[in-house]
């Protein structure tokens, strides 16, 4: 009874320990991103788009950073929390105290576990609602901009008719509206271009609408205050074109690469996002297990700022693995669950190799 109590406060200790390094590291790394964003997005501002709208934009990205960045801290902060405890030789004692190197390694793994499900449920349903917010924001400030016009505008296609929105707002409001409309022979049958839109049911009303027609003659262009557009594409499909797959919910991508592909268009990219964020609990843990196989092996006699540095080196190496295997996998014709297996199988792999040669 004596070593279970006692085991038990060596559990908590540690996944404390771990957890608040953790959670610190990962405050700083979102920190970090947002400033460096910041500096980028003042070559954006305008008259339309002012320092004030920039600000709102990086507040509203840091659910998305937080979740990106969730592997990374769990690395670094183990490799911290891990190592302070290897340097004042509490990793020793609580190995003293028959803490066999699997117990130590499930305490070790829990704190980056609770981090990894929080951070997907900010992903989930914190991060694609204000990430929309943020970029439907931006293109509403800089749509009025010459300079930066439809450059961070969505394209969709709704069988022959190619669709451009500049801005979409949460509750089916459009803005900057194209239409592209091609006939059965893939000839250019007309143009409509809109101001805003709002979705009524099972269409769209337009308003503001200057219409190009293609006739044999030549153009004719039409203005109309309204006119309806029968469609098949939702305010919440067009809430998804939006933002990038990384930052939509994993509920959501599943069926969006379904509609895609009905399309005709390719959805491998929203493959591959939705089994990178399901299997991203499970490379935290791989990732832990790989801290751990440096405290034990190589770097348990290096001084601290070693072990950031190779906790930083090898996280890179870990994104620039899943950004690679994953394009590549996929142009060889797999699955993108097996694209991101692969880069966790790898993880896993490395770190239990190094955890039991130096057992």
Request: glycine share 10%; net charge negative.
């Amino acid at each position: 009874m004596a070593q279970w109590t006692r085991v038990k406060q060596l559990d908590r200790y540690l996944l404390e320990t771990l957890l608040w390094s953790i959670v610190g590291v990962l405050g700083v790394l979102v920190v970090l991103d947002g400033l460096s964003d910041l500096i980028d997005g003042l070559g954006d501002l305008s008259d339309t788009y002012g320092f004030a709208d920039l600000l709102i934009y990086i507040a509203l990205t840091l659910p998305r950073r937080v979740e990106e960045f969730v592997p990374y801290a769990t690395l670094i902060g183990a490799l911290l929390g891990l190592g302070r405890l290897a340097s004042s030789s509490e990793l020793t004692i609580i190995r003293s105290a028959g803490v066999a190197m699997p117990r130590l390694a499930w305490m070790a793994v829990k704190p980056a576990l609770i981090v990894a499900l929080v951070g997907f449920g900010v992903g989930e349903y914190v991060a694609p609602v204000s990430e929309q917010i943020a970029v439907s924001h931006r293109a509403l400030a800089q749509r009025d901009d010459p300079n930066l016009a439809g450059r961070y505008g969505t394209w969709n296609r709704d069988g022959s008719t190619f669709v451009h929105v500049d801005a979409v707002q949460r509750g089916g409001l459009i803005f900057g509206v194209t239409l592209i409309e091609f006939d059965e022979s893939g000839a250019l049958e007309r143009s409509v271009a809109a101001d805003r839109g709002t979705f009524q049911g099972d269409r769209w009303l337009l308003e503001g609408v200057a219409a190009t027609e293609m006739t044999a003659s030549g153009t004719q262009v039409s203005r109309q205050t309204t006119r309806e557009w029968v469609s098949g594409i939702t305010p919440n499909l067009l809430t998804l074109d939006t933002v990038k797959p990384e930052s939509l919910p994993a509920s959501q991508l599943w069926g969006y690469s379904d509609y895609l592909r009905s399309q005709g268009l390719l959805a491998n990219d929203i493959e591959l996002a939705f089994w990178n964020k399901v299997l991203q609990p499970l490379s935290c843990a791989g990732l832990v297990i790989l801290a751990m196989s440096f405290i034990f092996g190589p770097l348990r006699e290096t001084n601290m700022s070693s072990r950031i540095f190779v906790g930083v080196l090898v996280g890179v190496v870990f994104r620039i693995s899943q950004d690679f295997f994953g394009p590549v996998t996929l142009l060889m014709g797999m699955s993108g669950g097996v694209a991101s297996l692969m880069t966790v199988i790898l993880c896993w792999s490395f770190g239990l190799v190094l955890l039991l040669k130096k057992q």
